[in-house]
Each structure stands twice: as structure tokens, then as C-alpha cells.
């Protein structure tokens, strides 16, 4: 499996949270491993987008200096080498690990040495970091984070990630940003089409070839033939997308319609503790509520291979390790 679409922030371990909190002496709801992994799961349905991105904070103010920015990121890269995925891009926001003055810059260095101790500690994962601007931040630190992306590409860094405001794309206000992502030729994708198709014309307009969340890509027919025709790669994370209300239940998923009208289709766990499904249950469900076969399922990874912010050598090898990995599916068709 490929899982192009899972943030650090909301899937670290619950033992490293209560290490961390034990050690800055700040307050838990539970120092139970078993019972915070419960904990962090979000409902169902969540009330709003606070209640979802609550919990994600619970992990993030670990995430302010770089011993445990090395770990978490260290052990996120087992885990997921744990779940038979062979390659990963996980996304993460520096911005995010300023709080207690630690430099974006130093963020970043940290994160990828535990993305390097990761891969050393497991058995054949490989993963890149895509970094995120997202909607909190001011000019500055975006631009600080577009500095460290071209700082760091195609060195453990292999692209960025918009998480913005969706209503906002109709304003020039994100303009400059597509501007020096182009100028730049920094590999993007964008949380795009959870809540309207404008964010995704102009994302797609402004060149990107991967968007994160589209569900409503099926309320405008000339956008879904620009997608396929663009062939751009779209990452869906459905527990995600019921449980912040965005889709009402996995079986109403758009995730099969889009599959069928030709749409390059993968899908990501998003958070793993907070999202509460690793990639393998995510793929599960698909089986389970929309009838996808496992060789629908191979497509979908194929897709991700194809998406991947790689060069093309690197990704010819990543379909070949899938294709090893699929070999009883592709020997039963
Ligand atoms: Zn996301």
C-alpha cells in the first residue's frame, strides 16, 4: 500500500503523549495508553471541525522541541511500516512546533532525522516529508515554510501542502503563494473541495496535480472532465470525511463515483489516533460498503504510485514493488 495523505499531527502514540506530559508536567485526561487511544479517536460525527482538530492539538503541543518532533516522527514511520505500507509521504506543519521558540528551520531538521532513524528502524518503508501552510499561519511564516520546502527538496522533502481557507479562494488573497509555488516549481497538493469546487478550479488552474479531499468534485460535471483529463491525482480520507460531517456515512462516499468515471482515486488515513483507521481498515471499508474488489483496490494504489511527488525512476520502481507486493490479485485476473 501507498499512503500519500497522513499528518503527524493527531497520530502519535498515546505512551509518547503521557511520556512527554509526565515530563513537562502538564495534565492528560488519562495516563492509560488503551484509554487515550480512545480518547483521541473523534466521534462518529462530530458536533463541528473544533471538535476534530481539538484532539489533534493534544498531540501537536507535543511537537515543541526537537527530541520529540525526532521520536514522534521516528515512531510514526514504524508504525506505519508496521501496517505493509511501502511508501509514505506524511505531512507536516513546522509552524506548528513554534510555540515554545523553536525555529521552524530546526522543526524540520529534526523531523527528518527521525524520518532517517525511521526508515533505518523498519524493513522497507521509504517515506518523504510534505510540509504545511496552513490557514493559521501569516505571510511570513508561509513564506518561511516555502523557504524550508525549497531548502529541502527532493532531500527528505518532496513537496508542500495548502490547508487554507476554502472560502477565501475566490479572493486574490492566496495569489502570491501560487505565484512563488510556480516561480519555484515546488511539486504541491491541496485540501481542496471538502466544502466548494472553487478552491479546486484554482488549485488545479494554478498547476497542482494532486488535491486532498474533493468531495464535491461531482457537483460540477466540466470539473470532473478536467480531472480526468488533467489526470490529477485525487486523495480521499473517508473516516475522515465522516467524521467531520463532509460525507454523511462511508457508504454515501463519493469515493466509488469518482472511481468509476476514471477519476486517479487513492485514499490516506489522514490522523491515524484522531481519523481512528489505519490505511488497511480505510481500504477495508471500501470493500465492505461500496463493493470495491481487491483489484480495484491494487488500481487505487497504482494511482498513488503515479501521484507520488517522485521522479519518474522512483516511481517506476514503487509500481514494481507494488506490483510484488499484489502479485496473488494480479495472478487471479
Ligand atoms: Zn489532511
Same mark, same amino acid.
Given at each position: 500500500?501507498?499512503?500519500?495523505?497522513?499528518?503527524?499531527?493527531?497520530?502519535?502514540?498515546?505512551?509518547?503523549?503521557?511520556?512527554?506530559?509526565?515530563?513537562?508536567?502538564?495534565?492528560?485526561?488519562?495516563?492509560?495508553?488503551?484509554? /487515550?487511544?480512545?480518547?483521541?479517536?473523534?466521534?462518529?460525527? #462530530?458536533?463541528?471541525?473544533?471538535?476534530?482538530?481539538?484532539?489533534?492539538?493534544?498531540?501537536?503541543?507535543?511537537?515543541?522541541?526537537?527530541?520529540?518532533?525526532?521520536?514522534?516522527?521516528?515512531?510514526?514511520?514504524?508504525?506505519?511500516?508496521?501496517?505493509?505500507? /511501502?511508501?509514505?509521504?506524511?505531512?507536516?506543519?513546522?509552524? *506548528?512546533?513554534?510555540?515554545?521558540?523553536?525555529?521552524?528551520?530546526?522543526?524540520?531538521?529534526?523531523?527528518?532525522?527521525?524520518?532517517?532513524?525511521?526508515?533505518?528502524?523498519?524493513?522497507?518503508?521509504?517515506?518523504?516529508?510534505?510540509? #504545511?501552510?496552513?490557514?493559521?499561519?501569516?505571510?511570513?511564516?508561509?513564506?518561511?515554510?516555502?523557504?524550508?520546502?525549497?531548502?529541502?527538496?527532493?532531500?527528505?522533502?518532496?513537496?508542500?501542502?495548502?490547508?487554507?481557507?476554502?472560502?477565501?479562494?475566490?479572493?486574490?488573497?492566496?495569489?502570491?503563494?501560487?505565484?512563488?509555488?510556480?516561480?519555484?516549481?515546488?511539486?504541491?497538493?491541496?485540501?481542496?473541495?471538502?466544502?466548494?469546487?472553487?478552491?479546486?478550479?484554482?488549485?488545479?488552474?494554478?498547476?497542482?496535480?494532486?488535491?486532498?479531499?474533493?468531495?464535491?468534485?461531482?457537483?460540477?460535471? *466540466?470539473?470532473?472532465?478536467?480531472?480526468?483529463?488533467?489526470?490529477?491525482?485525487?486523495?480521499?480520507?473517508?473516516?475522515?470525511?465522516?467524521?467531520?460531517?463532509?460525507?454523511?456515512?462511508?457508504?454515501?462516499?463519493?469515493?466509488?463515483?469518482?472511481?468509476?468515471?476514471?477519476?486517479?482515486? #487513492?485514499?490516506?488515513?489522514?490522523?491515524?489516533?484522531?481519523?481512528?483507521?489505519?490505511?488497511?481498515?480505510?481500504?477495508?471499508?471500501?470493500?465492505?460498503?461500496?463493493?470495491?474488489?481487491?483489484? *480495484?483496490?491494487?488500481?487505487?494504489?497504482?494511482?498513488?504510485?503515479?501521484?507520488?511527488?517522485?521522479?519518474?525512476?522512483?516511481?517506476?520502481?514503487?509500481?514494481?514493488? /507494488?506490483?510484488?507486493?499484489?502479485?496473488?490479485?494480479?495472478?487471479?485476473?
Amino acid at each position: 500500500m501507498i499512503d500519500l495523505h497522513v499528518h503527524l499531527s493527531g497520530s502519535l502514540r498515546p505512551t509518547t503523549i503521557i511520556n512527554y506530559a509526565r515530563e513537562k508536567r502538564i495534565s492528560l485526561p488519562t495516563y492509560d495508553a488503551a484509554l /487515550l487511544g480512545e480518547y483521541l479517536k473523534a466521534p462518529e460525527h #462530530c458536533q463541528n471541525l473544533n471538535e476534530f482538530y481539538d484532539l489533534c492539538d493534544m498531540t501537536d503541543w507535543v511537537l515543541q522541541d526537537r527530541r520529540a518532533i525526532r521520536q514522534s516522527m521516528m515512531e510514526l514511520v514504524q508504525d506505519l511500516d508496521s501496517q505493509g505500507i /511501502l511508501y509514505a509521504e506524511v505531512r507536516f506543519s513546522p509552524s *506548528e512546533c513554534t510555540l515554545d521558540g523553536l525555529r521552524q528551520g530546526d522543526a524540520v531538521t529534526a523531523a527528518l532525522e527521525g524520518l532517517e532513524w525511521g526508515m533505518k528502524n523498519s524493513r522497507n518503508i521509504r517515506v518523504n516529508l510534505i510540509l #504545511c501552510i496552513i490557514q493559521k499561519m501569516n505571510e511570513h511564516e508561509a513564506f518561511e515554510t516555502l523557504v524550508e520546502v525549497k531548502k529541502h527538496l527532493r532531500k527528505g522533502v518532496c513537496g508542500l501542502d495548502l490547508l487554507l481557507d476554502e472560502s477565501l479562494y475566490e479572493t486574490d488573497i492566496y495569489d502570491w503563494l501560487f505565484s512563488l509555488i510556480k516561480e519555484e516549481y515546488i511539486p504541491f497538493t491541496v485540501h481542496a473541495g471538502q466544502y466548494n469546487t472553487q478552491s479546486i478550479k484554482k488549485a488545479i488552474r494554478n498547476g497542482a496535480q494532486r488535491i486532498s479531499q474533493s468531495i464535491h468534485i461531482l457537483d460540477d460535471e *466540466e470539473l470532473l472532465e478536467d480531472i480526468i483529463r488533467r489526470k490529477v491525482v485525487v486523495e480521499l480520507c473517508p473516516s475522515s470525511n465522516v467524521k467531520l460531517g463532509v460525507v454523511e456515512s462511508y457508504s454515501t462516499h463519493p469515493v466509488r463515483q469518482l472511481f468509476d468515471r476514471g477519476v486517479r482515486v #487513492c485514499l490516506g488515513a489522514d490522523r491515524l489516533r484522531v481519523s481512528g483507521a489505519t490505511l488497511q481498515e480505510e481500504y477495508d471499508n471500501l470493500q465492505k460498503y461500496l463493493g470495491f474488489t481487491p483489484a *480495484e483496490i491494487y488500481k487505487m494504489n497504482q494511482n498513488a504510485a503515479k501521484g507520488a511527488f517522485l521522479s519518474q525512476m522512483e516511481k517506476d520502481r514503487l509500481q514494481f514493488d /507494488l506490483f510484488e507486493a499484489n502479485k496473488a490479485i494480479v495472478d487471479k485476473e
